[in-house]
């Protein structure tokens, strides 16, 4: 199945415009960048309230709730772009350990951030005594995200 998949990305000549342009990849990436910079950013800001450093003065589920739609756009350009990344060339991704990797650790990140996390940044941290767990995991999670898909291109 996924030969047949990687033999038709192979062979679109719409893909091998992608795979051969010199400035389409660096575009792709750096929107890809964009939209992790933009997840990540929100993804610090809660977590750094969850745990009561800084933005004190605004209340956790006020601020969760500005915040939460730049989240899902960040993370839907991240997946989006990452998607026309991996689409010239699957099989060279889908063989590198790193990229392995960071799916996995992304699959467990997203499914954290919409279910254990979401639930926490929508009430008062002083209500939840595991908040700083909640949040060091939280991060840990998309900053092993960002750390593998850096390992992609230097480690393999």
Same mark, same amino acid.
């Given at each position: 199945?996924?030969?047949?998949?990687?033999?038709?990305?192979?062979?679109?000549?719409?893909?091998?415009?992608?795979?051969? $342009?010199?400035? #389409?990849?660096?575009?792709?990436?750096?929107?890809?960048? !964009?939209?992790?910079? &933009?997840?990540? =950013?929100?993804? /610090?800001?809660?977590?750094?309230?969850?745990?009561?450093?800084?933005?004190?003065?605004?209340?956790?589920? $006020?601020?969760? #709730?500005?915040?939460?739609?730049?989240?899902?756009?960040? !993370?839907?350009?991240? &997946?989006?772009? =990452?998607?026309? /990344?991996?689409?010239?060339?699957?099989?060279?991704?889908?063989?590198?350990?790193?990229?392995?990797?960071?799916?996995?650790?992304?699959?467990?990140?997203?499914?954290?951030?919409?279910?254990?996390?979401?639930?926490?940044?929508?009430?008062?941290?002083?209500?939840?005594?595991?908040?700083?767990?909640?949040?060091?995991?939280?991060?840990?999670?998309?900053?092993?995200?960002?750390?593998?898909?850096?390992?992609?291109?230097?480690?393999?």
């Amino acid at each position: 199945m996924l030969h047949h998949l990687w033999q038709l990305s192979y062979e679109s000549k719409t893909i091998d415009i992608l795979r051969n $342009s010199k400035y #389409a990849i660096p575009l792709i990436q750096s929107v890809h960048l !964009l939209g992790l910079t &933009i997840l990540l =950013g929100v993804t /610090v800001i809660l977590n750094l309230r969850l745990l009561g450093i800084g933005m004190t003065s605004f209340r956790l589920p $006020s601020l969760s #709730a500005q915040l939460w739609n730049w989240a899902r756009g960040g !993370l839907f350009t991240m &997946i989006i772009s =990452g998607f026309f /990344v991996f689409l010239p060339d699957p099989a060279r991704y889908a063989a590198n350990r790193s990229f392995q990797i960071k799916m996995l650790i992304l699959i467990a990140a997203i499914i954290y951030q919409f279910t254990i996390f979401k639930r926490a940044v929508r009430h008062d941290p002083s209500e939840n005594k595991h908040s700083a767990l909640i949040a060091i995991l939280s991060l840990a999670l998309w900053f092993g995200v960002g750390w593998a898909g850096r390992g992609i291109a230097f480690l393999g």
